[in-house]
Each structure stands twice: as C-alpha cells, then as structure tokens.
Nanobody, 127 residues
Framework: QVLLVESGGGLVQSGGSLRLSCAASGRTFSAYDMGWFRQAPGKEREFVATISLNGISTYYADSVKGRFTISRDNARYTVYLQMNSLKPEDTAVYYC????????????????????WGQGTQVTVSS
C-alpha cells in the first residue's frame, strides 16, 4: 500500500507560479514511478508529467512542456511539480499517482497504469 497526499495548490494569477508536493508513505518510495495528472471541471483526467523511480527520465504533456518541471526527493518520499507561467487553462484538481511501470509495462501517460492515487489539490489560475 502506498499512501499519497498532495499539497501546495491554491489561487494564483495568470503568469504566476506554484509548487505542488506529493508526500508518500508506506512502501519504498524509490521503487515507484510517479506521475501527475489533472482534471478540469467537465473534463476527463489528463496526464501532466511523470518521473521514473530513479529520477532520470521525465516526460511531459505538450500543454505544459517548458513551463512545468517534475522532480523527486527519494530521501524525503516526495515528488514535486513546479508550475511556472501558469495559464487559466491550467485550472484543475491535480493528482499524484504511483506505480511500478517498469514492472507492469504500463504507459506513463495513461491513468489506468497507476494503482495508487492521492486525493488531489485544487489549482485555480485567474486571468
């Protein structure tokens, strides 16, 4: 069992920045690939970014590439999402997720590849 708790969401003006954190507990954090997804009102949950268990490989959705950065601190059991140059269309509930994709062969951009999920944190970007 892996428990995930997101924090760091809030209200920010367009062009501003936020850093989301996802604290993990339970199983060995360094054994899990981590992902961030988001869900805007009336829309399906979508992939944002992912980072491999050792932090070497990262992938981003085209919509956030160059603006968002995913990172992890395995000693602190935490994954981060630094969000810069925020836009109103980034408004959503942001979720972190974990799974061992290197074992399951799941695709990093598919939400059904991740077994463990946090409760989400709201990010609102005003224009």
């Amino acid at each position: 069992q892996v428990l995930l708790v997101e924090s760091g969401g809030g209200l920010v003006q367009s062009g501003g920045s936020l850093r989301l954190s996802c604290a993990a507990s339970g199983r060995t954090f360094s054994a899990y690939d981590m992902g961030w997804f988001r869900q805007a009102p009336g829309k399906e949950r979508e992939f944002v970014a992912t980072i491999s268990l050792n932090g070497i490989s990262t992938y981003y959705a085209d919509s956030v590439k160059g603006r968002f950065t995913i990172s992890r601190d395995n000693a602190r059991y935490t994954v981060y999402l630094q969000m810069n140059s925020l836009k109103p269309e980034d408004t959503a509930v942001y979720y972190c997720a974990a799974d061992q994709l290197y074992k399951t062969g799941g695709y990093y951009y598919q939400q059904n590849s991740y077994h463990y999920w946090g409760q989400g944190t709201q990010v609102t970007v005003s224009s």
